[in-house]
C-alpha cells in the first residue's frame, strides 16, 4: 500500500513545470550566442560610443573663473565676507544660520545631523587662503581686529559700489569707505587666477586631498558656475538631474524626482527639497507594499499585460 499523501500526486499532475514539453524545439547554441553577447555586442558598444557618448568636458576651476568673470569673482568674494551668499545662510550642515533650514511643519530634518561641515565662509574662502601666501596682505590684520559690525558696515557698501559700477568692474567704484575689502578681495582674485587658490582653499596644509567641497561650494555662491550649468542644459528647471553635459541623457531613473520640481506648487516652494524627499519615501514604501495592499495587488488579474507577453507560454498551457 502506498504511503504517498494523495494530494502530492494531485500537486504533480498540476505542476507545469513537471509535464513533458510538447511545443516546438530549436537548436540552441550556446558558443555562438556567448560569441554574439560578448564580441559583436561590445564591438557595437565601442563603436556607437566614439559618436553618442557624453562630452567629457574638464573640470571648471576657480582660476577659470576668476579669468573668465572677474567682476562676478570680486562681488562673490565680497558676499562671502560679508556673511550674505548662499553657503553662508545656508544652515546645517555648514552652520547654525537662524531659520534657514528647510521645515515641514515642525519637522526640521535638515537640523537633525547638526553642524558637521563647519564653514565660516569669510575666513575659509577669503582670510585663511591668502595668509597661505609668502607676503600676506596687510588688509588681513584691519580686518581681523575689527569688530564685527564694522565688517558688515565695509562689505554692505563695497557690495552696494560694485552693483553700481559700470559692468560691476572693481576697478570702476566709486570712492568710499570699504575698509580692507577692496584689498582682500583684489588679492584673492590674483591669487586665484595665478592657479594658486584651488589647492590652499580644497585644505590647507595637505599636500593630498580629495575634498572639494569648499570649491564647489565658493563656485556655486556665484553666477559664472551656474551660467555654465544653464548653458548645458542642467539646472532643475531644465530637467538637468537627468541630464549629463550638454544635454546627453543620463539618469533616466531620475526622472520620477526631477518631476516634482517642475510642478506647482514645489516648484516655488521655499522648502522644495524636503517635500519631494517625504513624497518620494512615501512612494517607495507604497511601493514596496504593494503585494500586502488590497485592489492594488490584485491588477495584474485585471489587466492581464502579462499573458500578452507569456503569450506562448499560455497557448500551450
Do not use: C
Not at 145 to 174: F, M
Amino acid at each position: 500500500m502506498s504511503t504517498t499523501p494523495p494530494n502530492v500526486s494531485v500537486r504533480k499532475r498540476n505542476d507545469v513545470a513537471s509535464r513533458p514539453w510538447r511545443g516546438p524545439v530549436r537548436r540552441y547554441d550556446l558558443f555562438k550566442e556567448l560569441s554574439v553577447g560578448i564580441v559583436v555586442v561590445g564591438l557595437v558598444i565601442v563603436g556607437l560610443s566614439a559618436f553618442l557618448s557624453s562630452p567629457d568636458d574638464p573640470s571648471v576651476t576657480l582660476r577659470q573663473w576668476a579669468h573668465s568673470a572677474p567682476a562676478d569673482f570680486v562681488a562673490t568674494t565680497t558676499a562671502e565676507l560679508g556673511g550674505t551668499s548662499t553657503t553662508a545662510m545656508y544652515g546645517p550642515p555648514y552652520n547654525s544660520t537662524p531659520d534657514a533650514t528647510q521645515t515641514l511643519g515642525p519637522i526640521d530634518l535638515q537640523s537633525l545631523s547638526g553642524v558637521r561641515i563647519p564653514i565660516d565662509t569669510a575666513n575659509d574662502f577669503v582670510i585663511e587662503p591668502l595668509s597661505t601666501l609668502p607676503s600676506p596682505p596687510v588688509a588681513i590684520r584691519i580686518w581681523n581686529s575689527a569688530p564685527e559690525t564694522q565688517r558688515t558696515t565695509w562689505t554692505s557698501a563695497y557690495a552696494a559700489a560694485l552693483a553700481a559700477a559700470p559692468k560691476n568692474d572693481p576697478g570702476k567704484v566709486a570712492a568710499g569707505e570699504y575698509g580692507p575689502v577692496p584689498a582682500l578681495t583684489g588679492a584673492l582674485l590674483q591669487m586665484a587666477d595665478g592657479g594658486a587658490l584651488d589647492n590652499v582653499i580644497q585644505a590647507p596644509g595637505a599636500f593630498y586631498n580629495m575634498d572639494y567641497t569648499r570649491g564647489i561650494l565658493f563656485l556655486g555662491d556665484g553666477t559664472y558656475f551656474p551660467g555654465l550649468a544653464d548653458a548645458q542644459h542642467l539646472t532643475g528647471d531644465q530637467w538637468g538631474v537627468m541630464n549629463e553635459t550638454g544635454n546627453y541623457p543620463g539618469q533616466s531613473w531620475l526622472w520620477l524626482f526631477s518631476f516634482w520640481y517642475q510642478i506647482e506648487p514645489f516648484s516655488s516652494a521655499p522648502n522644495a527639497d524636503l517635500l519631494v524627499v517625504v513624497i518620494m519615501l512615501v512612494l517607495s514604501v507604497a511601493l514596496m507594499l504593494v503585494p500586502f495592499i488590497p485592489g492594488v495587488r490584485s491588477l495584474p488579474k485585471w489587466i492581464p499585460v502579462h499573458r500578452l507577453i507569456w503569450r506562448d507560454y499560455y497557448r500551450h498551457k
